[in-house]
T-cell receptor, first 115, second 115 residues
Framework: DGGITQSPKYLFRKEGQNVTLSCEQN?????MYWYRQDPGQGLRLIYY???????QKGDIAEGYSVSREKKESFPLTVTSAQKNPTAFYLC??????????????FGPGTRLTVL | GESVGLHLPTLSVQEGDNSIINCAYS??????FIWYKQESGKGPQFIID?????DKRQGQRVTVLLNKTVKHLSLQIAATQPGDSAVYFC??????????????FGQGTILTVHP
C-alpha cells in the first residue's frame, strides 16, 4: 500500500453519530485525497488537499469534513449530515498535487457501515 | 460533464491467455491516464500510466495503448494469471485550471482468470 495507512479497517457507526477516519502517509507527499467507493462503482472524490492547511471540496463533499494540520495526516470526518455513509473509503496521496502526471497512490481503505 | 467509462463490465479468460480491457473517455482535454488494479477489499494499486503524447507504453506483462482519435484506452495483460483477477479501473487527468491532480475514474471491469 505504498506507505499509506488507514485505520480502522472496519468501522461501525450508529445513525446520528459523527465518525473520523484516519489516513497517514510517510511518503513525504504534498497532496492527499479522500474517495468514496460504493459496490460495483468507481471512485468519487470527496475532498483533496494540495498543501498543509489547505483543502478543496471534491464532487461529493456534502456531509463530510477534513483537516490538514500536518503533511502526513488527512483525517476525514463523516458527519450525521451524510445521508448514506455506508461505503468503502479510500485515501490517496501524490507527490506534488497540481502536476499533470502526478500519480496517486492508495491506502488499504476503511469500510464504514452505519447500523 | 466529462466522464470516463468502460465498454465491458466483466471479462473472463483462461489462464495463459492474453487479456484486453477497454476504456472510452469523452474529455479530449485529458492529458494523462492511469490504470489501477483493485483486489477485493483492498485499495487500488497503480499498474501503468501514459501521457497523451504517447500511443503505447509497456510494463512488465502489461501494455497500455492510447488512441486519441477515437478517445480510447486499453490495457493488455500478457499470459494472464489467476492472481490478475481483480477489478481494473482507468482514470484520466485533465490538464486545465484547478483540475490538475484530480482524477476521474471509470466504473471498472471485473477480470476473472480461470485456471
Amino acid at each position: 500500500d505504498g506507505g499509506i495507512t488507514q485505520s480502522p479497517k472496519y468501522l461501525f457507526r450508529k445513525e446520528g453519530q459523527n465518525v473520523t477516519l484516519s489516513c497517514e502517509q510517510n511518503l513525504n507527499h504534498d497532496a492527499m485525497y479522500w474517495y468514496r467507493q460504493d459496490p460495483g462503482q468507481g471512485l468519487r472524490l470527496i475532498y483533496y488537499s494540495q498543501i498543509v492547511n489547505d483543502f478543496q471540496k471534491g464532487d461529493i463533499a456534502e456531509g463530510y469534513s477534513v483537516s490538514r494540520e500536518k503533511k502526513e495526516s488527512f483525517p476525514l470526518t463523516v458527519t450525521s449530515a451524510q445521508k448514506n455513509p455506508t461505503a468503502f473509503y479510500l485515501c490517496a496521496s501524490s507527490p506534488q498535487g497540481p502536476i499533470l502526471t502526478d500519480t496517486q497512490y492508495f491506502g488499504p481503505g476503511t469500510r464504514l457501515t452505519v447500523l | 460533464g466529462e466522464s470516463v467509462g468502460l465498454h465491458l463490465p466483466t471479462l473472463s479468460v483462461q489462464e495463459g491467455d492474453n487479456s484486453i480491457i477497454n476504456c472510452a473517455y469523452s474529455n479530449s482535454a485529458s492529458d494523462y491516464f492511469i490504470w489501477y488494479k483493485q483486489e477485493s477489499g483492498k485499495g487500488p494499486q497503480f499498474i501503468i500510466d501514459i501521457r497523451s503524447n504517447m500511443d503505447k507504453r509497456q510494463g512488465q506483462r502489461v501494455t497500455v495503448l492510447l488512441n486519441k482519435t477515437v478517445k480510447h484506452l486499453s490495457l493488455q495483460i500478457a499470459a494472464t494469471q489467476p492472481g490478475d483477477s481483480a477489478v481494473y479501473f482507468c482514470a484520466e487527468n485533465m490538464a486545465r485550471g484547478t483540475s490538475y491532480g484530480k482524477l476521474t475514474f471509470g466504473q471498472g471491469t471485473i477480470l476473472t482468470v480461470h485456471p
